[in-house]
């Protein structure tokens, strides 16, 4: 294999992006069939994203198949990629939280460090576990408790150390739809009963990242899932893939069968959700996200807005006000066409949080 390759424009990685993630055209996918293809959702705001996530990419998708998921305990909310709560299934669970534990040990130093200096760790996630499998704690309570034993340090450390060093799940009603609850956490062993994987391998967490969001970069697949050091991996990956450089000469990776549609393929509107992994899966997001228009979905407190696709690019903002309106922000004056498809788009999302007729589309005018 050569380290050279064609190159692809930004609009032909756009539409390779989009193909891989249902967004060209929806599928008839079990609901647990695409949290898996697509490594998990992004759920750091509960309960919405997941489910507005799986709603622009399946066809006929209501909420209660994916609470029962949850409920049932196949899929679970946990801390993985970015160190950022995620919806996945309970297998993936068992083998992706082990993978990304250099990236919350790193986390721990970095944000704690000082706070945690000179405490033992394995006591207190040994400690930790014993109260979340006694019953499922928040992180106030488990800090409350982790300082009974510590007085002289910060409960909210010693929370985030258990976070950090124990696979902490939310268990429900947090995550389920039309429900609420607080972030009450147990271990993943216990609520599944299962272990974790052994021995998982990063191989297989490059592979199905590619499949999902290729082709791509090293620092793609390192901005993905957090991780750093992935260069071996492609590297020892490389004769199984196919390469192929970006506009700026960057190796990009790929997978062989994984599709790639010509750069005019149609690319309908689209309503993402927030914190969608569309958007936070690439050190270079401008295949789908222009840059000028970055820092109008990517809030400077950490919010990931959803976000209005038109052809194939972030076009606007939008949001689902409780379930009977939906408020879409273009950015740009939207032709017409694209502009009844947002709407019906909107309808859509109305239809699925139950405001249906009742509810209101209002398409804001372009600041």
Known sequence: MTERGPVLTARALGRALLARQHLLARTDLTPAAMIHHLGGLQAQAAPQPPYLG???????????????LIERRAAVRIALHRGTIHLVTAEDCL???PLLQPLLDQQLRTTYGERLDGLDLD??????RAHVEEEPRTFQQLGTLLAATRPDRDPAALAQAA???LPLVQV???GLWGRGGPAAHTTAEAWLGRPLDPAPTPDDLVLRYLAAFGPATVADAQKWCGLSRLAPVLKRLAPRLLTFRDERGRLLYDLPEAPRPEPDTP??????????NLLLSHADRTRVLPEEYRGRVMTQNGIVLGSLLVDGLVAGSWRLTGEREVVVQPFAALRRADRQAAEAEARRVLA?????????????AVP
């Not at 690319?267 to 969608?276: E, G, K, N, Q």
């Open 54 to 68: 799986l709603l622009a990419r399946l066809d006929g998708f209501t909420p209660e198949p994916l609470s029962a």
């Open 352 to 364: 699925f949080a139950g405001g249906g007729g009742d509810g209101t589309v209002r398409i804001e």
């Open 163 to 165: 976070r950090c060093r």
């Open 123 to 128: 006591a207190l996630a040994a400690e930790a």
């Open 95 to 97: 083998t992706l939280r």
């Open 172 to 174: 429900p009603p947090r």
């Open 267 to 276: 690319a309908p509107v689209r309503l993402v959700a927030p914190f969608d």
